[in-house]
């Protein structure tokens, strides 16, 4: 009798774990192959992880983000040229110190570890901000104190003036003037109004003079004679003028007076 061996499909008998599993239940297979299935998830994970992500990202090719702030725009963008980096401007700021095109801020900061092609955003000055003065004519010299300082300037010199046009203590202008643009935070001077125009008059020169002489000269001049005192002194003739409150030269209006010093003998 001839006895044939059966061979599975040509590949031999089926492997010993392969006729445990069929003879196994339904939960032990599915443990069995998510077991496997781990085990080819688990070494993907390795393969992918170990060769081909720092394939991808380029891992070695990591170095340090030259410092571009400082620079202007035109200085930094060679810079991050050489190095195969990208710039881009996110925002502008005004800044009293830093002129026009100077990069203020910049992301990721200098020393930063960057790949190539990475884009390096920056903020850049604008320069000083320029303001218009305020129009101030005709405000008391609080009120324009407040908008200078509204308006982001500082209160200068005080100045007088007299007009018949404005009430007495109000700003007749300002220099700079209304309108004009000059930097932030800049101190203007305002001219203030001392009241109706009134003519001075020069204090005339009155030691040596007699009372009656010194008398009659301040009132020739629209000045009065103040209070009088003697004072003993025998080197002069009696009601000489010693001496006068307001020096020869100084301005007066008129009406006002001038306080005498005279000689006495007794």
């Known amino acids: ?60 090719d990591e170095f340090s983000l030259p410092k571009i702030e400082g620079m202007t725009l035109a200085e930094a963008e060679p810079v991050l040229m050489a190095a195969d980096l990208k710039l881009e401007v996110t925002s502008e700021e005004y800044h009293p110190d830093k002129p026009t095109g100077t990069i203020l801020s910049q992301f990721p900061v200098g020393g930063t570890k960057v790949k190539a092609g990475r884009t390096i955003r920056v903020v850049t000055s604008l320069g000083q901000k320029a303001v218009a003065v305020p129009d101030l004519r005709g405000f008391s010299i609080r009120q324009a104190r407040l908008n200078l300082e509204a308006a982001g300037f500082l209160v200068g010199d005080l100045e007088w003036t007299t007009t018949d046009s404005l009430p007495e203590k109000v700003v007749v202008f300002s220099y700079p003037g209304a309108g004009t643009k000059i930097p932030y935070g800049s101190a203007v001077n305002l001219m203030v109004n001392r009241g109706p125009y009134q003519r001075t008059i020069f204090v005339p020169r009155l030691i040596g003079l007699s009372l009656a002489e010194a008398q009659a000269r301040l009132e020739e001049k629209g000045l009065k004679v103040g209070l009088v005192t003697r004072m003993i002194d025998e080197n002069y003739l009696p009601e000489t003028v010693l001496e006068q409150s307001e020096d020869a030269g100084m301005e007066l209006l008129p009406g006002e007076e001038v306080d005498l010093v005279i000689s006495s003998t007794d």
């Open 1 to 60: 009798m001839i006895v044939y061996k059966h061979k599975r499909n040509g590949r031999g008998p089926a492997p010993k774990w392969m006729e445990i599993l069929k003879a196994e239940s339904p939960w032990i297979k599915f443990s069995a192959w998510a077991g496997i299935a781990l085990i080819v998830l688990f070494v993907l994970f390795l393969i992918v992880n170990s060769i081909i992500m720092p394939a991808i990202t380029r891992h070695g």
